[in-house]
């Protein structure tokens, strides 16, 4: 009788993971995920001229190792520093040399729609695809829920993107629901729908759209029931807000029950969140039952905290996994 051969699962590598200042939380639940990631420092400095005056610690320990690096690129202002540090790293002859960019912070900015208009995506894109090639190859870049997946073609072939998604983390927690089964996804728009309705497709769906009416933009259903239903707008990410709002206005008219948001990216420029809260006992009614963001964007974080409906949903589990691969 012939055997089944399987194949053995390769050994776990060690992984040493390096991280700006912003994301050392994120970093340390990362590591607390794995016994075969260990964290290592920098030293975050600067000359009195305000440039970066940076040391890695350890530098020669870190020969022949699997090395990463957490970046948070959550304004212009620290990017330079992180990229001297992601310019350096894979020259030190390390094994291997994988990014982990949770948010990629120019990516709805991916098109131009005249002449003149500057694609600051492909830009950002260019910038990362002349990281050094390590002694193990081209540099594994980790990121979640990019604004377009079309921008995988922004890289060149010195970099591997490996585009990954925290909607998982969503659908575990709605199962968790005490009314899992009255659930209805909704998108805001039809790029939202095409960009995540096939990790969705097991639930119900409701589908918004704006339209013009004279010189505003109005949220109107496009398709879809949400009467007496829990609906769950979806998105990869949250500025001002103003669409969510509008949208759970609209849902809330059509007979939803509750409305919940979920959005991976929480940038929130100006404290945007802050229309969010439930204030002076205020039930969820009125407004969001569930606001759950992911990690990706630290200063968020740490504003947000504590502060219902807002609702972490950790990426560092999934970070974690994807630095084994």
Not at 5 to 31: D, G, W
Not at 194 to 220: N, Q, S, T, W, Y
Request: net charge neutral.
């Amino acid at each position: 009788m012939a055997t089944v051969k399987t194949m053995a699962k390769p050994n776990k590598k060690q992984v040493l993971l390096f991280y700006c200042v912003e994301a050392e939380e994120l970093a340390r639940k990362i590591a607390a995920q794995s016994d075969h990631i260990r964290l290592q420092s920098i030293n975050w400095r600067s000359f009195d001229d305000g440039f970066p005056n940076l040391f890695i610690n350890n530098a020669q320990d870190i020969r022949g190792q699997h090395v990463s690096f957490l970046a948070s690129f959550s304004s212009p202002s620290v990017i330079f520093e992180q990229l001297s540090v992601i310019f350096a790293l894979p020259r030190l002859f390390v094994a291997s040399f994988t990014l982990v960019l949770p948010f990629f912070p120019t990516g709805s900015f991916e098109r131009m729609e005249e002449e003149g208009d500057v694609a600051t995506a492909f830009t950002m894109a260019r910038i990362l695809s002349n990281i050094p090639i390590s002694r193990g190859g081209p540099t594994s870049l980790v990121i979640y829920d990019i604004h377009a997946l079309q921008e995988r073609f922004y890289f060149s072939d010195n970099v591997l993107p490996y585009f990954e998604t925290g909607i998982p983390l969503l659908k575990q927690r709605l199962h968790q629901l005490p009314d899992a089964d009255k659930v209805v996804i909704a998108f805001p728009d039809d790029g939202a729908w095409k960009r995540f309705h096939k990790l969705l497709d097991h639930f119900p769906m409701v589908v918004c759209a704006k339209v013009r009416e004279g010189d505003k933009r109005i949220v109107r259903l496009k398709e879809g029931n949400p009467e007496g239903c829990h609906v769950v707008i979806v998105d990869d990410l949250v500025q001002s807000g103003g669409t969510l709002i509008e949208c759970q206005k609209v849902l809330a008219a059509h007979g939803a029950t509750k409305v919940s948001a979920y959005v991976t990216h929480a940038v929130f420029p100006k404290n945007s969140w802050e229309k969010f809260t439930h204030k002076n006992g205020e039930n969820s009614s009125k407004g969001f039952a569930y606001f759950w963001i992911t990690d990706s964007c630290c200063p968020t974080v740490k504003s947000i905290e504590k502060k219902a409906p807002f609702e972490v949903l950790s990426l560092a589990g999934s970070i974690a996994d994807a630095l084994q691969i």
